[in-house]
């Protein structure tokens, strides 16, 4: 049986790419398996998306933290992603989340992903988004 765990992508100072099966909030995503990129920046105009914004704005990301999450083991129903408003993006499900360097980060279950840029914990979320301005 094929892995049907979907791939989180963190680019250097950019987005994190999602790709292969996924559901956005309680909807499938249509179609084929397909690639969308999600803003980390807190910048983008098209949030939760990524529009590009973190060029212009020249963002720099904070070193990735050397703990690993493990997560449980994948499940067949995929990976959901939610955008919280002001807050992280809540991944549940069966998914890879891969450093920029190739390094896995984790093995699926649940992970939040930090969008405020201020976490302790970078990537993932610590809560940190509640004392500082909102993002997108």
Do not use: Y
């Amino acid at each position: 049986m094929p892995d049907e765990s979907a791939r989180l992508h963190l680019f250097a100072d950019g987005p994190v790419e999602v790709s292969g099966v996924f559901r956005l909030g309680p909807e499938a995503v249509p179609g084929p398996p397909r690639r969308l990129r999600f803003c980390r920046c807190g910048a983008s105009a098209l949030a939760p998306l990524c529009d590009g914004s973190h060029v212009a704005a020249r963002v720099r990301e904070p070193v990735p933290v050397a703990d690993r999450r493990p997560g449980v083991a994948p499940n067949t129903r995929g990976l959901e992603i939610q955008g919280r408003p002001g807050g992280p993006l809540k991944l549940s499900g069966a998914f890879l989340l891969i450093a920029p360097g190739g390094e896995v980060l984790s093995h699926g279950g649940e992970a939040a992903l930090c969008r405020c840029r201020r976490s302790h914990q970078w990537p993932f979320c610590d809560g940190a988004h509640r004392s500082s301005e909102a993002v997108s």
